[in-house]
């Protein structure tokens, strides 16, 4: 089990530049992408910028305004606005403070990742199939289609309503 910290006493002024008031704490970076809560105190400002990747704030308390291009919204706990690749961003308080998470995403989409969420299987082989575990050499020979055929049970209307749900 891993556990990592964040909130008051874990964050760092460590924001893109021309911000002002904001404080983070990384969670979570690798290739895929990040996770990092943001501290806004009162009258913060995270100026215009722009990143290659997409990513998602997430607010979780309090409430600010956030820019995406050329508008503008104001925002609240239990909303979140997406901030798309290579478009100009920003986001400040005003007389609130507020928090939030931006969970961004390596490059403009999922292109690069598609299949690993849906959990696509491997192929299994002959070895594989035979042995369980991985056959050294015999990973060209995939396995044949199976036959088979489910063991008779009880059908799930078979109760009566004396006796209660179906197991």
Same mark, same amino acid.
Request: hydrophobic share 45%; glycine share 14%.
């Given at each position: ?79 979140? /606005?997406?901030?798309? !690749?290579? $478009?100009?961003? &920003? %986001?400040?308080?005003?007389?609130? @403070?507020? =928090? +939030?998470? /931006?969970?961004?995403? !390596?490059? $403009?989409?999922? &292109? %690069?990742?598609?299949?690993?969420? @849906?959990? =696509? +299987? ?46």
């Amino acid at each position: 089990m891993e556990i990592r910290r964040f909130g008051v006493g874990h964050r760092r002024p460590d924001v893109p530049g021309g911000t002002t008031g904001v404080a983070s704490q990384v969670i979570h970076a690798d290739a895929r992408g990040r996770v990092a809560e943001l501290a806004f105190a009162r009258r913060a400002t995270m100026d215009r910028h722009s990143s290659p990747n997409s990513a998602w704030l997430v607010i979780v308390e309090g409430g600010g305004w956030v820019q995406v291009g050329d508008e503008r919204a104001r925002v609240a706990a239990g909303e979140a /606005v997406l901030w798309p !690749a290579d $478009v100009e961003h &920003a %986001a400040w308080t005003e007389l609130s @403070e507020m =928090r +939030a998470f /931006v969970v961004e995403f !390596a490059g $403009v989409d999922d &292109a %690069a990742a598609r299949g690993i969420l @849906e959990g =696509r +299987a491997l192929e299994l082989t002959a070895g594989e199939a035979a042995t369980g575990k991985d056959a050294p050499g015999d990973g060209a020979t995939p396995v044949a289609k199976g036959e088979g055929s489910l063991a008779p049970g009880v059908a799930a209307n078979a109760k009566t309503a004396a006796e209660g749900e179906p197991l």
